[in-house]
């Protein structure tokens, strides 16, 4: 049943495995390539449809189990009906998830199922090298190949230059510069877009995503806004999720801009995103090194030989705390193995600070 329209996006041997089992039930595959407040939009092998969550669906699963963009799902057809029913996710391939904003803060997948992350970034005063670190954090966890897209490379004089300055925090991720206006880079976007791919566009809002996707389709598919003068921040012009289709035959989900992206689970991602660290951490004499006062640490070496920025440390730090603060959250006993962690810890550094001084303990 492999029909044409569910290949070009996206479908493919092993989709239809898992979906074998809802075969028998009367269920139908589809694609959520639409996703707003009120529903889904599907792509089925008849056409689009919209759908709903069933009840059911939306009682049982966990956050990060509910339906979302970029999801192939196993529905319920119900001819004569303005709702299709979405009974069932399929396992994913990739997933981007974050921590949702909000008092209670579970986890939100912004994207599935996509091959390549497009971590979109304006290059004018906007640029945030911080927050690019941890949107490649994010990437690097959802198995999705990150790519780093510099946009309004018009509005720069020296293009090259910023693109250096995020190469030497952007590690194994390529860097592009494009510009929307003159068309720069928008090639080297749309090779990374062949048939039955899918990527997805991440960033902030006004970075210029949804005039990125126009340019590279070659219509005006999204709404594009204007960007306030005074603070050079855009408005939320797309407020929902959608995957479109390129002429190339690549798939491309727009998403709203994100306020803030607490990570989520994200160990993975952050080691990889800071693997310079994480080599330098490797070559310290003491394995639990906290790259303070302590005796052979390479991480300082490297820091006071001009090596590391010391912000990149810092950066990598703040990620780990954060990460550690979501696990204490929910495990009472790694809360208890912190503070004996940091107990040693202190014990350490006092040692340290006494032998070096070398006088009697005050
Ligand atoms: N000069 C220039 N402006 C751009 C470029 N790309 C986007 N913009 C402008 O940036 C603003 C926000 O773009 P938009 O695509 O809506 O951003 P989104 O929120 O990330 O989807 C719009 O006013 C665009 O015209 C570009 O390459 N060059
Ligand atoms: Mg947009
Ligand atoms: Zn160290």
Redesign the pocket.
Same mark, same amino acid.
């Given at each position: 049943m492999l029909t044409t329209a569910l290949t070009d996006y996206g479908w493919n041997d092993r989709f239809q495995a898992d979906f074998e089992p809802f075969t028998a039930q009367g269920l139908i595959p589809g694609r959520i390539v639409v996703q707003q407040r009120g529903g889904y939009r599907l792509l089925t092998q008849d056409g689009e449809i919209d759908a709903r969550a069933s009840g059911v669906l939306l009682k049982t699963a966990a956050d990060e189990d509910r339906p979302t963009a970029g999801d192939w799902v196993a529905v319920e057809a119900r001819p004569g009906e303005t709702w299709a029913l979405v009974h069932h996710v399929l396992p994913r391939k990739t997933a981007f998830i974050r921590k949702a904003s909000g008092p209670r803060g579970g986890a939100q997948v912004v994207a599935a199922n996509v091959d390549v992350a497009f971590l +979109?970034a304006?290059m004018?005063a906007d640029l945030n090298l911080r927050r690019l670190e941890r949107y490649l954090a994010t990437a690097y966890e959802s198995g999705a190949e990150p790519v780093v897209v510099l @946009? $309004?490379?018009?509005?720069t004089g020296d293009p090259a230059a910023v693109v250096a300055e995020v190469e030497a925090i952007a590690f194994g991720a390529p860097v592009l510069a +494009?510009?929307? $206006? %003159?068309g720069?880079g928008l090639d080297a976007v749309a090779q990374r877009l062949p048939p039955g791919k899918t990527a997805v566009?991440l #960033?902030?809002? #006004?970075? #210029? $995503?949804?005039?990125?996707?126009?340019?590279v389709a070659g219509e005006e598919k999204?709404? @594009?806004?204007?960007?306030r003068e005074d603070d050079a921040r #855009?408005?939320? %012009? %797309?407020t929902h999720r959608e995957l479109v289709r390129l002429p190339s035959g690549g798939l491309i989900l727009?998403t709203?801009?994100m306020r803030e992206l607490g990570l989520w689970d994200a160990d993975a991602g952050v080691a990889a995103a800071f693997e310079d660290v994480e080599a330098l951490a490797a070559a310290c004499r003491f394995s639990d090194c906290s790259h303070a006062r302590e005796p052979g640490c390479a991480v300082r070496a490297a820091i006071q030989a001009g090596e590391l920025p010391e912000e990149r440390l810092r950066a990598y730090e703040k990620l780990q705390a954060e990460l550690a603060f979501e696990r204490r959250k929910e495990d009472p006993r790694a809360a208890q193995e912190n503070r004996k962690l940091w107990a040693s810890r202190h014990k350490a550094a006092r040692a340290w600070i006494k032998q070096k001084r070398g006088g009697p303990e005050a």
């Open positions: +979109v304006s004018n @946009t $309004k490379a018009d509005l +494009v510009s929307s $206006k %003159t720069l566009l #960033g902030s809002s #006004g970075a #210029g $995503k949804s005039t990125l996707l126009n340019a999204m709404a @594009t806004g204007e960007i #855009g408005r939320h %012009t %797309t727009d709203p801009g």
